[in-house]
């Protein structure tokens, strides 16, 4: 399975909402300008998030997106899987011999796994955590 511009693009957006999540509604515009990115792809992107109700709109003036729920209960798998479909590697097909059956099931699961128990919060942290890292100067 490869992650496509779809969901990496789809992350960046919910990172950058949970980032932003009590200072109000935020633009696409300015998403699309922090992380120079097409603010028409970006659109494209987030009707699915926002039928998938895990972003609301504002409208208005000063409107944008917000997250629907807090940034610890939206996963990464909720987001790739809104974005792009089921998470498998591979199609397993029944008629396969057993051990390679088990190879796809077991790497599929693993990912899952991952992406399942790596909240919003939890990259957002971490990018924040990394920028910090990257201007520490030691002497």
Not at 18 to 38: C, D, N, Q, R, T
Not at 39 to 54: D, F, S, T, V, W
Request: glycine share 8%; net charge neutral; hydrophobic share 40%.
């Amino acid at each position: 399975m490869k992650i496509s511009t779809k969901g990496r693009y789809g992350l960046t957006i919910m990172m950058a909402l949970a980032k932003k999540s009590g200072e109000g509604p935020v633009s696409l515009k300015s998403i699309a300008k922090e992380y120079k990115l097409s603010e028409h792809y970006l659109e494209q992107l987030i009707a699915p998030l926002r039928n998938a109700m895990l972003v609301k709109s504002v409208r208005g003036a000063y409107g944008g997106y917000m997250l629907a729920k807090d940034a610890n209960e939206i996963t990464a798998g909720d987001i790739i899987r809104v974005l792009e479909g089921p998470i498998s590697p591979v199609e397993v097909m029944d008629d396969e011999e057993p051990a390679k059956r088990d190879l796809w099931i077991k790497i599929r699961d693993a990912v899952k796994d991952v992406l399942d128990n790596t909240t919003l919060d939890d990259l957002a942290k971490f990018e924040d955590k990394g920028k910090q890292e990257y201007y520490m100067f030691y002497i």
